[in-house]
């Protein structure tokens, strides 16, 4: 019988319990738009959800040339039908009456509209004039996670082939960098090595700084239907929040924010102390262990205890728990990517599943998660500092088997350095030697680290700046020119999720006014250019999104990430596919390295590494002599302490993150009706014994201050760590009354507007969620409520005195149960 939910109240719908090594059963989600039935649907439209890396499958409904709903896939092996709160919802962004519909040049200090003509030809004469001023190096490129395969990919070869740029990076350098380069330093190269089917294996499930619920609410319904089923797993959660999945833990584990390489070296000593290792997984194929074992000899329960303010009995405990596991599967999100000693951290959860054994079996391994949807495609087709297929830059073979493919010269391609990261192609633009900067699908002057700063480099009249986005956003209004695109269910392309797995996105309906799709714009960029190739025929060789992919899956070919076996009419069958997809593995790979570590040889890899506490690069001879035959390394590292500590005039650790209705900047979920109700606005957490500390209540007006900067939101007490004050980070300018601003009376509401400029010395991922903060109380609250929803780590601690978060007849969504199969009920 199809059922009704408010899925906002009931953001993960009804429970499919199964047991260990079942098929999850299915359960297919849909939401219409109200008055729709099925009867007045024309079409429906493959694709996934493009606002979490999950990789939903769904299809979009059509009628009359709009879209008017969403259903989730019943074949699909990443959702089996289900979908979360902002798939079933997200849609009507698209339908938001103020998206761009036309280009936008800067005349006489105004944005005004134009045409495409009039917009390229501003690009095109900028970048033709810095190339010839100023060399390739004038110019950079800042894209996103949330464009398709082919549009990275004929970026990549734009930047790196046509103007031959070094400064192309992804929004992924905030986002997924450190679970490439933790992959990179473990096993030589990127790929994720586990897959979503291990949650149906697995007994022991370890979230390490992962809020699942809210951010793969998806993921997190297979977990829940585990726990509800016969033979539940046991759950470990280290986060300084109370997530829904600390709450269902058997051990949560709150520690002190940026000490997760003191704790992970704790859980290591304790697993070894208790020989609870696999010698001979170790000894065949690993090296490293002996230089391990030595740098955690000491790191003793009690003495993370004192780094972490975690108890060291809990330390003990969650070590048994992980030791104990015969099917142990880790996860690791933006707690670790986002936090101190990011990579360092992210590695030792790697350690832990080598040296016990775990991975490449049903149940075992480790997810280092992605978070944007396509972040895997940025890093795969090298839109973001790497080289396409994950070559390694530093390798003379690689480059010249690209340059080959790419029919150019070697030396066109930049390698005399690795390509730049993000922040620092911000802090080239800042000091003047980037002159233009081209940002597609991200909005840097909400999301990146110490606004103030960002603001004043993407303001500066000598930097040429071109926005392409939906959405004439924070960022869109500081540029120069500004490119309307088109996005999700108005143009066609692939995406790829955290487990690997290949989803096609068609075309449901026509963008709106003159948007056009990203890969559209990058195409006519090239033509403009003339970029050729060295017979003179145009580098660019490809036309539309399938000859796109086609192109691309010869520069995959050999690769790990080989999608060869793939097409677009296989695509759209009943389920997405997991690269590599080769002949020999037409129906994929579920899970890699399954018969040994295979890409870490030093022919082969990706990268040589880095020191993981100083990021200094290790070269290929060291390389060669520490890891001959490409076995897994068991990198170590020591504890340090954070670089921004509280003191006594910011006393609490400032922590930012998300909230389950919204995505990032808001751009879109802002924009939608139930999402935007059940959490309108910004607010700030702390613990009820802080809280009194600090002589606040819930629903005070409160301002978070710390060295860069300051916020206001409305207090929520809850049941995060005493010490730490949590933000949202997904709250900018766009909706803000005119008064509302950031500025001297600190009217500001963006988390980032407090933030530190500071990142992993490895992966330099910016850290987000380590930096000091003082609150200061602006007005009592008066009997007001914060804006934060209930339903995930948010809660409050006195439940009975806060209305619930409830979405209404709005937000009822149906989902069918009747077309169970498989699973044990
Ligand atoms: N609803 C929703 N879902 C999303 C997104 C979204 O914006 N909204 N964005 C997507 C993207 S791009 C990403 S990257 C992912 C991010 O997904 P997550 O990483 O799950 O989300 P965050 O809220 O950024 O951070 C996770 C947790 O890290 C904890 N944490 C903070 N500091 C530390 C620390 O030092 N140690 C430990 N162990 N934990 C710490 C925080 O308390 C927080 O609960 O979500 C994806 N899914
Ligand atoms: N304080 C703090 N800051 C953070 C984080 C945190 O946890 N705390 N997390 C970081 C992380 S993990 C991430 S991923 C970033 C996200 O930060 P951003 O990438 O800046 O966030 P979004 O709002 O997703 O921006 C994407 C933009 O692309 C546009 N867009 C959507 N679809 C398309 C399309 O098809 N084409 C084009 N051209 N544009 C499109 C949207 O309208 C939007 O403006 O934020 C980072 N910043
Ligand atoms: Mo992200």
Redesign the pocket.
């Given at each position: 019988m199809p059922r009704e939910s408010d899925r906002i109240a009931h953001p993960w719908g009804a429970r499919t319990p199964y047991g260990p090594g079942r098929p999850w059963p299915v359960r297919v989600d849909s939401f219409l738009q109200p008055g729709m039935s099925a009867e007045h649907i024309e079409r429906w439209v493959p694709t996934a959800s493009l606002?979490?890396?999950n990789g939903d499958a769904m299809d979009i409904a059509v009628a009359d040339g709009r879209i008017v709903g969403v259903r989730g896939r019943a074949g699909d092996r990443v959702n089996r039908g289900r979908l979360g709160p902002?798939d079933l919802f997200g849609w009507q962004a698209n339908h938001a009456t103020d998206r761009l519909t036309t280009p936008l040049v800067r005349d006489g200090g105004e944005l005004v509209a134009c045409d495409w003509d009039i917009a390229m030809a501003r690009i095109v004469t900028a970048a033709k004039s810095l190339l010839g001023e100023r060399g390739p190096g004038a110019i950079g490129f800042y894209t996103s996670?949330q464009l398709f395969l082919e549009e990275y990919y004929t970026l990549a070869v734009i930047a790196r082939a046509g103007i031959g740029t070094n400064h192309l990076d992804g929004n992924t350098r905030l986002?997924?960098a450190t679970a490439a380069e933790a992959l990179k330093e473990t096993f030589g190269c990127d790929g994720q090595p586990a897959s979503y089917a291990d949650v149906d294996h697995a007994d022991v499930i370890a979230l390490?700084?992962?809020?699942?619920a809210?951010?793969?609410?998806v993921l997190w319904m297979r977990a829940l239907d585990r726990l509800e089923g016969p033979e539940p797993p046991r759950l470990v959660c280290?986060?300084?929040?109370p997530?829904p999945a600390a709450r269902c833990a058997t051990v949560h584990l709150a520690?002190?924010?940026?000490?997760?390489v003191a704790?992970l070296n704790a859980l290591l000593h304790e697993i070894i102390r208790t020989d609870r290792i696999d010698r001979d997984y170790i000894d065949a194929r690993t090296v490293g262990f002996d230089e391990l074992a030595a740098q955690v000899a000491t790191c003793t329960p009690a003495w993370a205890a004192g780094i972490c303010d975690v108890p060291a009995r809990k330390i003990e405990h969650a070590a048994e728990v992980l030791g104990e596991a015969e099917r142990l599967l880790s996860t690791v999100?933006?707690?670790?990517?986002?936090?101190?000693q990011a990579t360092a951290a992210a590695v030792q959860v790697n350690n832990l599943q080598l040296i016990r054994g775990m991975l490449g079996r049903p149940g075992c391994g480790v997810l280092q998660?992605?978070?944007?949807p396509t972040?895997e495609n940025t890093r795969e087709c090298g839109a973001d500092g790497d080289l396409p297929g994950f070559r390694n830059w530093q390798n003379d073979r690689h480059v010249t088997d690209l340059a080959e493919i790419w029919n150019v010269e070697p030396t066109r391609i930049p390698h005399y350095a690795p390509p730049t990261p993000a922040m620092q192609i911000f802090r080239y633009a800042e000091q003047g030697s980037i002159r233009m900067l081209w940002i597609s699908g991200t909005n840097p002057a909400v999301s990146l680290p110490d606004l103030a700063r960002i603001r004043s480099i993407l303001g500066q009249e000598r930097l040429f700046t071109v926005v392409q986005d939906l959405f004439l956003t924070e960022t869109a209004q500081l540029a120069d020119v500004v490119l309307p695109a088109a996005t999700w269910g108005e143009k066609t392309g692939t995406f790829t999720n955290a487990d690997r797995t290949v989803h096609l996105s068609d075309k449901a309906v026509d963008p709106p006014g003159e948007a056009r799709p990203d890969l559209d714009i990058f195409l006519d960029f090239a033509r403009r250019m003339d970029f050729r190739d060295r017979d003179e025929r145009p580098l660019i060789a490809w036309h539309d999104p399938e000859s796109a992919f086609e192109a691309w899956k010869r520069c995959s070919e050999g690769r790990p990430c080989d999608y060869t076996g793939l097409t677009y009419d296989r695509l759209r069958g009943d389920s997405g596919i997991q690269w590599p997809c080769t002949a020999q593995a037409p129906d994929g790979t579920e899970r890699l390295y399954t018969g040994g570590i295979t890409w870490a040889t030093p022919d082969a890899c990706e990268t040589y590494g880095r020191d993981l506490v100083t990021g200094a690069a290790v070269s290929e001879t060291e390389y060669r002599a520490l890891n001959p035959d490409g076995r897994a390394v068991l990198k170590a590292a020591e504890y340090l302490p954070p670089h921004e500590d509280t003191d006594d005039e910011y006393p609490l650790q400032l922590?930012?993150?998300?909230?389950?209705?919204?995505?990032?900047t808001r751009t879109k979920t802002g924009r939608v009706p139930q999402l935007n109700a059940a959490a309108p606005d910004v607010w700030v957490e702390l613990s009820p014994s802080e809280a009194s500390r600090h002589g606040l209540a819930e629903g005070d007006l409160v301002e978070v201050t710390s060295p860069r900067g300051s916020l206001r939101g409305r207090l929520r007490i809850t049941g995060?760590r005493d010490g730490m004050v949590?933000v949202p980070f997904?709250y900018g300018y766009w909706d803000t009354p005119a008064g509302d601003q950031p500025g001297a009376d600190g009217g500001g509401r963006a988390a980032n507007e407090t933030t530190v400029t500071d990142w992993d010395p490895a992966s330099k991922q910016p850290l987000?969620?380590?930096a000091a903060a003082r609150l200061t109380l602006i007005a009592p609250g008066d009997g007001a409520i914060a804006p934060a929803p209930t339903t995930g780590?948010s809660a409050p601690v006195h439940p009975r005195t806060i209305p619930p978060t409830i979405g209404g007849p709005a937000a009822v969504a149906v989902h069918t149960t009747d077309v169970l199969e498989g699973g044990a009920r």
């Open positions: 606002l979490h890396s902002k996670g986002c997924t390490f700084g992962h809020n699942m809210e951010t793969q609410p280290v986060d300084p929040r997530t520690p002190r924010a940026g000490t997760n704790l999100l933006q707690g670790v990517y986002q936090s101190h998660m992605n978070g944007q972040a922590n930012t993150g998300r909230t389950l209705y919204h995505f990032h995060i949590f997904h987000f969620k380590t780590a």
